[in-house]
């Protein structure tokens, strides 16, 4: 999928009667974008992001907020941090919803939107510093942010419903 040929435009400005029958393949996905998005907008809870290609329209979707992420050891060494410095937090964006047309799945569509997410995310680190780019990933889904060059938390505990991971936001 070619990153040239979409355009992302804010739930802010988009009316919501254009989705017309998007769906991602998950049902509460599909029921945050039409019934609770715009709520969470307003409420500053997530910013939402609608993704839009050229030829097909609504492709998918994002949501982002603030937050930040405690650092392991390992972490910090990783980062190139502090080691030695105990509790110290991250200040992070964090992707709290990605999802893409059920009917173009498998198409480096998701790879592409994370790319777009990326670089925003490395804009706006660039005037409120956020070091990383975030995402408590559905384990079924983490393969997916693993080859998006993801990388997990150490911390993750093995029974978790989802593994948290995370993106080094430093080099972008
Ligand atoms: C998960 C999702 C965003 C992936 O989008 P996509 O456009 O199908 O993914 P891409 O085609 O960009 O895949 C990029 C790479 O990740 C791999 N991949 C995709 N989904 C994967 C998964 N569930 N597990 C492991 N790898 C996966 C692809 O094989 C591809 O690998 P390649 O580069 O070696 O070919 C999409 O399937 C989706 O919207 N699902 C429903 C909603 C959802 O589950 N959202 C995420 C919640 S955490």
């Known amino acids: 999928m070619d ?3 979409l355009g992302v435009i804010s739930l802010k400005n988009f009316d919501l009667n254009s989705l017309n029958n ?9 029921r945050f974008i ?3 998005a715009t ?3 307003k409420n500053l809870f997530s910013s939402t ?5 050229e030829n097909y329209g609504v492709v998918g979707y994002f949501s982002l907020c603030n937050s ?3 650092l392991q050891e390992q972490e910090r ?4 941090l502090d080691a030695s410095k105990n509790k110290l937090r991250a200040p992070s964006i964090l992707l709290t919803k990605l999802a893409v047309s059920k009917k173009l799945h498998g198409k480096n569509l998701g790879s592409t939107i994370i790319k777009i ?7 706006y680190s660039a005037l409120m510093s956020a070091r990383l780019l975030i995402v408590d990933a559905v384990n079924d889904k983490a393969g997916f942010y693993e080859k998006c060059n993801f990388e997990y938390c150490v911390n993750n505990k093995k029974d978790n419903k989802t593994a948290k991971m995370y993106l080094d936001l430093l080099h972008i």
Request: contains cysteine; hydrophobic residues 40%.
């Open 39 to 41: 709520s969470f907008e």
């Open 3 to 5: 990153k040239s040929q």
């Open 77 to 80: 060494m990783v980062l190139d």
């Open 22 to 30: 998007f769906t991602c393949g998950d049902k509460s996905l599909d």
């Open 68 to 70: 930040s992420l405690e």
């Open 34 to 36: 039409r019934d609770e």
């Open 117 to 123: 997410v990326t670089e925003m995310a490395a804009k």
């Open 49 to 53: 992001w609608i993704v839009i290609h």
